[in-house]
């Protein structure tokens, strides 16, 4: 049983076209996490959610737009997307009391 | 806002070697403190954490670390490397009271056989 899955694994997608990634956690967790992987491996925060509710939102281009239908799920929806935004992005998810956070196995997106 | 910083991007490691990855944090408030391992085309997978009480923790894999105040720092040890370490290692603070997990900028371990 996979604990927090992401799909598509790898989008390849031209610059200007609108792509979603999707995250879906098992683990009864309240709070979910966008994280992006650039090409030097940094990790930065994007967005957070805690029971629907966005409690992180971090300096992200307004093109980016996390939607959370409930508790389990945390998708991310990108519009005109760019050449800069190739990145591998990450899900994680944590609950509310503890804060070590379990990541899904990432989107590796690629705008050509 | 708490940060981390790891340095040398690439460590080179002999099989059976020791492997140290130091990190230093800063933190306003006591922080919790985090090592996670990424390999290959995979997701991130924690290694271990430091919370409250015993400053020496124990991880997966062979792994440990110390926390130590005074230094604000949280290296990490295993004392004889194996070839499946190769990896890419990072350091993470959280404060507590504060859900943003601030990441170092890793640490790519080779091992030499």
């Known amino acids: 049983d996979t604990a927090v899955s992401q799909t598509p694994k790898y989008l390849v997608t031209q610059m200007g076209n609108d792509k979603s990634i999707k995250c879906e956690q098992n683990?009864?967790?309240?709070?979910m996490y966008w994280y992006k992987q650039d090409s030097k491996k940094f990790l930065k925060i994007m967005f957070s959610y805690n029971n629907k509710e966005l409690i992180i939102n971090e300096t992200v281009p307004n093109r980016f737009s996390p939607k959370s239908p409930d508790k389990a799920h945390l998708n991310l929806h990108i519009n005109s997307l760019e050449l800069g935004d190739s990145a591998v992005y990450f899900c994680?998810?944590?609950?509310?009391?503890?804060?070590?956070?379990?990541f899904g196995p990432g989107t590796r997106l690629t705008v050509t | 806002a708490q940060s981390v910083t790891q340095l040398g991007s690439h460590v080179s490691v002999s099989e059976g070697a020791l492997v140290l990855l130091r990190c230093n944090y800063s933190s306003s408030v006591p922080p919790y403190l985090f090592w996670y391992v990424q390999y290959p085309n995979q997701g991130l997978q924690l290694l271990l954490k430091?919370?409250?009480?015993?400053?020496l923790v124990k991880g997966i894999n062979g792994f440990e670390a110390e926390f130590k105040k005074s230094e604000t720092s949280f290296h990490l040890t295993k004392p004889s490397a194996h070839m499946s370490d190769a990896a890419e290692y990072f350091c993470a603070v959280i404060a507590h009271g504060n859900n943003r997990l601030a990441f170092g900028k890793g640490n790519q371990v080779v091992v030499i056989p």
């Open positions: 430091y919370t409250t009480g015993a400053t």
């Open positions: 994680a998810s944590s609950t509310e009391a503890a804060y070590e956070q379990y």
């Open positions: 683990l009864g967790h309240d709070t």
